[in-house]
């Protein structure tokens, strides 16, 4: 019986050692989950801040995009904008020019009219200085006459040269 007893205890020795081992082990192996775990949500913390950052960097691109098309819609309509007034202020030059040219045929045919008045006058044997006066006169008149025209030019009335005082052939002798 001893004997027995004996190999009784020292098979519960072999078994509290396998169990102990069994104990350690599984311990070891519940480290290792734990880890895993750990790891497994380090993990999918970072993809999801991944995903995150990536969903606002998106979000951040797209608004980028929109503001850029509204510069880019904002900068077409300022150039429409600029080629309507490019096209007037052409239209206003090339009108300007043509008065300019009326301006000079007309100073043109003043000068002509004192000239031949100034013969006139010679003929008639007016004295000098009364000449130079009338000539003076007629000078004054076409500078102040220019002068009204120019600036209805460039205020841009449109009308300029119908209401400009003596613009009728009819003003002028011919």
């Known amino acids: 019986m001893r004997h027995k007893l004996r190999n009784k205890v020292e098979a519960l020795i072999a078994l509290s050692e396998d169990l102990n ?22 993990v999918e913390e970072k993809l999801t801040a991944t995903a995150n950052l990536a969903s606002k960097q998106k979000q951040e691109v797209e608004e980028r995009e929109e ?5 880019l819609n904002s900068v077409n309509n300022e150039n429409k904008q600029l080629n309507v007034e490019l096209q ?20 043109m045919r003043f000068v002509k009219m004192a000239e031949s008045d100034a013969d006139l006058l010679d003929s008639y ?46 003003d002028f002798v011919h």
């Open 125 to 170: 044997g007016e004295p000098q200085p009364r000449r130079y006066s009338t000539m003076k006169y007629i000078d004054s008149k076409f500078i102040d006459s220019y002068e009204a025209l120019s600036l209805e030019v460039l205020q841009g009335d449109g009308e300029s040269c119908s209401n400009f005082p003596g613009s009728d052939s009819s």
């Open 21 to 42: 081992q069994c104990r350690e082990r599984c311990d070891a192996k519940e480290e290792e989950i734990a880890k895993l775990q750990a790891s497994f949500r380090e």
């Open 88 to 107: 007037e202020l052409s239209a206003k030059l090339t009108e300007a020019k043509g008065d300019n040219k009326y301006l000079r045929q007309k100073l």
């Open 67 to 71: 503001n850029l098309l509204q510069a």
